[in-house]
């Protein structure tokens, strides 16, 4: 199966900083079938960006998403209050889907 | 609005057994691939099962831990997804959320799936 590693574990930012978040795959996720969700304490996470780099319906545009092969990211442009929240990236190329381990973004 | 409610949570013994519902509605429920994706307290998201549509042929694959065990069905004249649980282990303890795959644009809230004695 792929797996994915998340990085950083933690990144604590402030709220109009920009934010980087990292997903590696262990072998290469064919047609950029990526993901990335957000997911806040109680809540069921929320899909952000497919196909590595097209946004979901709603998703605001500082949210954007790069990467193919085995490297993908997923940059927060200026970090708002309601954005600090765990990450988690999926590949859905290959049966088993999995998902990294997550990273949390915290505030600063 | 398009909304995926899960019920049928609770605490089961181990080796015990249940059945998770989803119920949809404001999709082409008929259209979707349905996964079940599960999180144990303070972990993070594991996929566990996917059914296909009826055109696919209601074609199921499952992980690894719960292969043999758990069994997922539908019912697409009564937009419903199932999960079916057996042989519960206390790993199996997880907040369990049905998704509309692939990639999972939909979420329901999920249910509290406790496995104790």
């Known amino acids: 199966e792929i797996v994915l590693t998340q990085s950083p574990g933690t990144l604590s930012l402030s709220p109009g900083e920009r934010a980087t978040l990292s997903c590696r795959a262990s072998q290469s996720v064919t047609g950029s079938y990526l993901a990335w969700y957000q997911q806040k304490p109680g809540q069921a996470p929320r899909l952000l960006i497919y196909?590595?780099?097209s946004r979901a319906t709603g998703i605001p545009d500082r949210f954007s998403g790069s990467g193919s092969g085995t490297d993908f990211t997923l940059t927060i442009s200026r970090l708002e209050s309601e954005d600090f929240a765990v990450y988690y990236c999926q590949q859905y190329d290959r049966s088993p889907t999995t998902f990294g381990q997550g990273t949390r973004l915290e505030i600063k | 609005e398009v909304q995926l409610v899960e019920s049928g949570g609770g605490l089961v013994k181990p080796g015990g057994s249940l059945r998770l519902s989803c119920a949809a509605s404001?999709?082409?429920?008929?259209?979707?691939?349905m996964s079940w994706v599960r999180q144990a307290p303070g972990k993070g998201l594991e996929w566990i099962g996917l059914?296909?549509?009826?055109?696919?042929?209601?074609?199921?694959d499952f992980a690894a831990p719960v292969k043999g065990r758990f069994t997922i069905s539908r019912d697409d004249s009564k937009n419903m997804v199932y999960l079916q649980m057996n042989s519960l282990k206390i790993e199996d303890t997880a907040v369990y959320y049905c998704t509309r795959d692939s990639p999972m644009d939909v979420w329901g809230k999920g249910t509290t799936v406790t496995v104790s004695s």
């Open positions: 404001g999709l082409t429920f008929s259209d979707a691939w």
């Open positions: 196909a590595a780099s």
């Open positions: 059914i296909k549509t009826k055109t696919d042929g209601e074609a199921t």
